[in-house]
């Protein structure tokens, strides 16, 4: 099956530093990445949508200048939390979407970021 | 406004019991709605989608417009069943899975 990776699995950074997470499908082409947070016991929130080529799209409330989205090829999209602080703890899932003849969604094992 | 609600933060439920997960949705459209699964230190995972109306493992869960629910449901509860469950609604027709808005999820222990 389709497999999504997330580099690296968790980070511990210094407030005002910045972060990069990166997602890749391992095995297929994906136009379009997503982007996800999860606080601890919480559901999914959507951030944004990452389409290979163009601007992200994100959500209502999410700062795109602090969340920076780059999918610059069909197998790979970063985030990068800007100046993080300790508000942006949290679990960072990415998916990406097959292309398959329900589009399914795969997702990555997410990424644990604890900002001190 | 699109919403997602899994009532239950936790359903405990012994081994060979029925199970019944709930979910309902507030949506305007015609709505594709999927169940997704995480089992422990796993990445979560595409459980069903009711357009497929398929059966995995022994879940199966069927949309119901009037009530606006997705319930899933199996009706003998394995061990091994024991995950966190999140319902998810996508407003893309056809199945595809464009922008998913997930319910707040439903932790499952079956117990032995």
């Known amino acids: 099956g389709a497999v999504v990776s997330q580099h690296p699995s968790w980070v511990i950074c210094k407030s005002g530093t910045s972060v990069k997470i990166e997602c890749r499908s391992l095995d297929f082409q994906a136009t379009t990445m997503f982007w996800y947070r999860q606080f601890p016991k919480q559901s999914l929130m959507l951030m944004a949508t990452?389409?290979?080529?163009?601007?992200?799209?994100?959500e209502q409330g999410v700062e795109k200048d602090k969340f920076l989205i780059n999918h610059a090829s069909l197998t790979l999209s970063t985030l990068t939390v800007t100046s993080a602080h300790p508000e942006d703890s949290s679990f960072y899932i990415c998916?990406?979407?097959?292309?398959?003849?329900?589009?399914?969604?795969?997702f990555g094992p997410g990424t644990r970021l604890t900002v001190l | 406004a699109q919403r997602v609600t899994q009532p239950e933060k936790l359903l405990s439920v012994f081994k060979g019991a029925p199970v019944e997960l709930k979910c309902n949705y507030s949506y305007s459209g015609s709505p594709e709605l999927f169940w997704y699964v995480q089992y422990s230190r796993q990445r979560l995972q595409l459980l069903l989608r009711h357009i497929s109306r398929e059966s995995i493992k022994g879940f199966t869960a069927d949309l119901n417009k009037g009530e606006t629910s997705f319930h899933l449901k199996k009706p003998f509860a394995q061990e091994e069943d024991s995950a966190m469950y999140y319902c998810?609604?996508?407003?893309?027709?056809?199945?595809?899975?464009?922008?998913?808005?997930f319910g707040k999820g439903t932790k499952l222990s079956v117990k032995p």
């Open positions: 998810a609604l996508s407003g893309q027709e056809g199945g595809s899975q464009g922008n998913l808005i």
């Open positions: 998916s990406a979407v097959s292309g398959g003849a329900y589009n399914e969604q795969f």
């Open positions: 990452s389409n290979e080529g163009s601007k992200a799209t994100y």
